[in-house]
């Protein structure tokens, strides 16, 4: 299948449970994070994101919490449905920093099990 | 109506050929990207252009050559095609906060 070969971390969890996906960010001066949902044959498509004056955001069915101390994000997904299977990914930027572009991680694929 | 579009969305051609990808954005925005996705799933800038100037290059090889004829479109040509040019392309535009991503190219090279 498509996974072979990727070395992605991988996330498998049943439908109906909460899922938890965790990002290491490089740069302590990042101000702006971004999740992005990549679905197979589309492009990263935008979940939540979350400024650094804030610990934790919410949306629905879905969570962000971000520690600065440890450059550390999480995005948290309840009852986690099978159309949340995808590869999840995050993205750190300084918001009115000259260098312009979104800096990725390695990405999660998500799995979910009917 | 799609926000970034991106054509075409497959391209399959041989070695040494030359190619171009096309990007349009109707969001408005004044900034616009090309990023590269891997086989292994790693998506990496490789250029961003801020209303029509270039701002970034992360040392992408001469024979990619962007171009952007008005802040609406980012186009890329790529020379003389190699097998490790196969990848799927990804334009995106921005505003201060918000990044939207095309559907992507997908680039074999044979």
């Known amino acids: 299948g498509e996974s072979v070969g990727l070395h992605l971390p991988t996330l498998s969890v049943q439908e109906g449970d909460n899922s938890i996906i965790n990002c290491a960010y490089s740069n302590s001066a990042s101000d702006y994070f971004i999740w992005y949902k990549q679905e197979s044959g589309k492009g990263p498509q935008f979940i939540i994101d979350?400024?650094?004056?804030?610990d934790k955001r919410q949306g629905q069915r879905v969570t962000v919490l971000l520690n600065k101390t440890v450059k550390h994000l999480s995005l948290q997904i309840a009852a986690t449905q099978p159309g949340d299977s995808a590869v999840y990914f995050c993205a750190e930027n300084i918001v009115g920093g000259s260098n312009y572009k979104l800096t990725f991680g390695k990405g999660t694929l998500l799995t979910v099990n009917p | 109506d799609t926000a970034v579009s991106q054509t075409p969305k497959y391209l399959v051609t041989q070695m040494g050929n030359d190619k171009s990808i096309k990007c349009e954005q109707n969001?408005?925005?004044?900034?616009m990207y090309w990023y590269k996705q891997d086989s292994k799933k790693f998506l990496k800038i490789m250029f961003s252009y801020n209303n029509k100037e270039l701002i970034i290059n992360e040392t992408v090889p001469n024979r990619f050559s962007p171009k952007s004829p008005d802040k609406a479109h980012l186009n890329l040509h790529i020379n003389s095609l190699e097998l490790g040019d196969s990848a799927v392309y990804f334009c995106?535009?921005?505003?201060?906060?918000?990044?939207?991503f095309g559907s992507g190219t997908r680039l074999t090279v044979v």
């Open positions: 979350i400024r650094s004056n804030m």
């Open positions: 995106a535009s921005s505003s201060n906060y918000g990044y939207t």
């Open positions: 969001l408005g925005h004044d900034t």
